[in-house]
T-cell receptor, first 111, second 114 residues
């Protein structure tokens, strides 16, 4: 059974710092991995999707890496801003439709 | 309206009530999903519909009954729920069923069962 773990569960950093969020998964047979952002009381916004054949994806200040063999992904956020405060969820695609989610990292950027 | 919308946004119901959650997607997608997000647990897939046909039921209790009348609308009918069913229920849609298709999520319905 695929399990996804995100560490840390919560993170608080000063504005302007670069930071890394971690995601690990137990079964390396995945189609792709996706990072989402969830603001309080709201749905999920997709940030980056990495196919299993890719090593990384970049979008603006965000960079996500994937090491399928070791079952790990990282989300790097450069020059963090208070607006980056949210819960970040990692999910792996196992099967045609099934997304398996981690519990998320709650990120707070302090002005 | 754009994207994926869900109504109501908040719902409080007793254990003997019957209510329905509604999801509508304006993206022209062919697949729709229900997810449950409980406190301190990861998001869990409940149901998958593709071209209005249910293709996956993730061992969900029968007190949750999905309905997909067309490719744009998805309902979750609720009856005789338990307090542990209190959660955020998220709807999502995708263009197709394959793994390369991203899922787009709605804002969710916050359900409280008293």
């Amino acid at each position: 059974k695929q399990e996804v773990t995100q560490i840390p569960a919560a993170l608080s950093v000063p504005e302007g710092e670069n930071l890394v969020l971690n995601c690990s998964f137990t079964d390396s047979a995945i189609y792709n991995l996706q990072w989402f952002r969830q603001d309080p009381g709201k749905g999920l916004t997709s940030l980056l999707l990495i196919q299993s054949s890719q090593r990384e994806q970049t979008s603006g200040r965000l960079n996500a890496s994937l090491d399928k063999s070791s079952g790990r992904s990282t989300l790097y956020i450069a020059a963090s801003q208070p607006g980056d405060s949210a819960t970040y969820l990692c999910a792996v695609r196992k099967g045609a439709q099934k997304l398996v989610f981690g519990q998320g990292t709650r990120l707070t950027i302090n002005p | 309206e754009t994207g994926v919308t869900q109504t109501p946004r908040h719902l409080v119901m007793g254990m003997t009530n019957k209510k329905s959650l509604k999801c509508e997607q304006h993206l022209g997608h062919n697949a729709m999903y229900w997810y449950k997000q409980s406190a301190k647990k990861p998001l869990e897939l409940m149901f998958v519909y593709s071209l209005e046909e249910r293709v996956e039921n993730n061992s969900v209790p029968s007190r949750f009954s999905p309905e997909c009348p067309n490719s744009s609308h998805l309902f979750l009918h609720l009856h005789t729920l338990q307090p542990e069913d209190s959660a955020l229920y998220l709807c999502a849609s995708s263009q197709g069923r394959g793994p390369s298709y991203e899922q787009y999520f709605g804002p969710g319905t916050r359900l409280t069962v008293t």
